[in-house]
């Protein structure tokens, strides 16, 4: 559901009354969305974000019931409605999925639309982690980075884009890859992770001219270090190292990928596909 009501300009020279502003653009009042990997970290605060911004978002993760943690995330959510000066009707919704179940993810997806009637907002953030040295790798641990790492992401977006093509919806699939899809990092033993995210850029790219034609629009968001669950095996005098390579001169929050993630769900992007936006405090540009 793309607003195309002309901004900006185009709105000021025809005449139009000044509805529509920048803030307007970000709007999600209407939409759904779902979020693979968003019990915790990265995926729940961009959950979060997508519902302040008025989307109803399902939340899908491993676990059968989300902890408490997640709960608290849901009532203060639900809160914000309540607040005088925050106009959403988003809200967060969970579901027990796991990405690596291309049928499973198919039919969360159906349900969905079942439910809201709906879907414009994929977020693939759905990843793992592992660290063994490059001449060592299992196999079954180099497929099992993989199996959620790429497979679950492309089986989030084909979940995502079979319903949004069904209803001829113009929607946003965002895949969450990492800047280690482009570079290594010296001392991080994590070739199949790499591997993996590496694939998300060029899957993005892939998915992104064939679902052009449909309007559907796929990009990616490459993070840096950003504290949570996920980096927390590193030792002290390894996040020293990365922190020495990153301009910005520390480790990111997961807050500081809200506004991306947002840009991308929202009509505020509507002529970007392909594209891979890189959050990471500088850690890229040299
Ligand atoms: N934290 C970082 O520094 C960083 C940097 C770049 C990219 N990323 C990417 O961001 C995404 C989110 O990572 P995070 O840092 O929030 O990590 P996290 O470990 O806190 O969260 C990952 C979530 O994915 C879920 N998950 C794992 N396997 C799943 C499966 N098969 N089906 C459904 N859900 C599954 C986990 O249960 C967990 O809730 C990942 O794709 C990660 O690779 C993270």
Not at 88 to 94: A, I, P, V
Not at 97 to 125: H, P, Y
Request: proline share 4%.
């Amino acid at each position: 559901m793309t607003d195309t009501t002309p901004v900006g300009v185009a709105a000021a020279l025809a005449g139009l009354p000044p509805a529509r502003t920048a803030f307007a653009q970000f709007s999600l009042q209407g939409r759904v969305a779902l979020v693979t990997g968003a019990h915790r970290g990265i995926g729940l605060e961009l959950s979060l974000a997508l519902a302040e911004a008025g989307a109803i978002v399902y939340c899908i993760d491993l676990p059968v019931t989300p902890d408490a943690d997640w709960v608290k995330v849901q009532e203060y959510c639900a809160a914000l409605s309540e607040h005088p000066n925050v106009n959403t009707k988003g809200r967060l919704e969970y579901m027990r999925g796991d990405v690596t179940n291309q049928k499973e993810m198919w039919a969360l997806a159906e349900e969905i639309v079942k439910k809201e009637g709906r879907l414009d907002v994929a977020i693939a953030g759905a990843g793992i982690g592992h660290v063994a040295p490059c001449l060592e790798y299992e196999a079954d641990d180099f497929q099992k980075v993989l199996n959620v790492n790429l497979n679950g992401v492309l089986y989030t977006a084909q979940a995502a884009g079979r319903q949004m093509d069904k209803l001829g919806i113009k929607g946003s699939i965002i895949l969450i890859a990492s800047i280690m899809g482009s570079v290594a990092n010296p001392g991080v033993q994590s070739t199949a992770y790499n591997t993996s995210k590496s694939a998300v850029l060029q899957m993005a790219r892939s998915l992104a001219c064939e679902l052009g034609e449909k309007g559907i629009r796929v990009n990616t968001i490459s993070p840096g270090f950003i504290h949570t669950s996920m980096i927390s095996f590193a030792p002290p005098a390894m996040t020293a190292s990365w922190v020495s390579q990153i301009p910005l001169g520390r480790i990111g929050r997961t807050d500081e990928l809200r506004g991306a993630a947002m840009w991308l769900a929202s009509d505020a992007s509507t002529f970007c596909t392909g594209s891979d936006i890189i959050v990471d405090g500088g850690h890229r540009a040299w």
